[in-house]
T-cell receptor, first 114, second 114 residues
Framework: GENVEQHPSTLSVQEGDSAVIKCTYS??????FPWYKQELGKRPQLIID?????GEKKDQRIAVTLNKTAKHFSLHITETQPEDSAVYFC?????????????FGTGTSLTVIP | GAGVSQSPSNKVTEKGKDVELRCDPI?????LYWYRQRLGQGLEFLIY????????KSGLPSDRFSAERTGESVSTLTIQRTQQEDSAVYLC????????????FGPGTRLTVL
């Protein structure tokens, strides 16, 4: 089955700096890669996603890049703000005999220091 | 429209008791997922329902865990003879499985086993 690894587990940046979180996956058939933001005590919220036929996607201060050959994808947050502080999870969707299953990374706790 | 809802939001039970957790997916979403999230940890896949197909139960940690889904609507996750290590937040997510199947998460049920 699919195995998703996420690094770093914790990340602290100064407000205004950029933050980068990286994930690797093992199943070359995985074709959809969402990123979720989870604030303390709240549900995960999708912030951006990318499909395997695209190499990069950007939405304002957030971008995701995908390297299918190397089987890794990254989340980039520019001009970080204190409200970006949260736990971020990457995921990869892999097909199983019964349908599509999502495999999650272990999360990155991002702290933006004002 | 209404999002994914879960009930109860909090459940405190005694070791050895059975508990039932409920998930109401977004109307029309054919796929439904259950995850477990222990404190400070990532999302652990439990079970996946896709339409009328047999569910993918590969993530259920023991035979004390089971889940049912009525058609393409409500799902219940049952934990029998609860143990302290079952304490966690149980998250449900649903997705509309066509070419775009973003997962939408419910608020979770926080289970505490005393």
């Amino acid at each position: 089955g699919e195995n998703v690894e996420q690094h770093p587990s914790t990340l602290s940046v100064q407000e205004g700096d950029s933050a980068v979180i990286k994930c690797t996956y093992s199943d070359s058939a995985s074709n959809y890669f969402p990123w979720y933001k989870q604030e303390l005590g709240k549900r995960p919220q999708l912030i951006i996603d990318i499909r395997s036929n695209v190499g990069e996607k950007k939405d304002q201060r957030i971008a995701v890049t995908l390297n299918k050959t190397a089987k890794h994808f990254s989340l980039h947050i520019t001009e970080t703000q204190p409200e970006d502080s949260a736990v971020y999870f990457c995921a990869a969707r892999s097909s199983t005999n019964t349908g599509n299953q999502f495999y999650f990374g272990t999360g990155t706790s991002l702290t933006v220091i004002p | 429209g209404a999002g994914v809802s879960q009930s109860p939001s909090n459940k405190v039970t005694e070791k050895g008791k059975d508990v039932e957790l409920r998930c109401d997916p977004i109307s029309g979403h054919t796929a439904l997922y259950w995850y477990r999230q222990r404190l400070g940890q990532g999302l652990e896949f439990l079970i996946y329902f896709q339409g009328n197909s047999a569910p993918d139960k590969s993530g259920l940690p023991s035979d004390r865990f089971s889940a049912e889904r009525t058609g393409e609507s409500v799902s219940t996750l049952t934990i029998q003879r609860t143990q302290q290590e079952d304490s966690a937040v149980y998250l449900c997510a649903s997705s509309l499985v066509t070419g775009v199947d973003t997962q939408y998460f419910g608020p979770g049920t926080r289970l505490t086993v005393l």
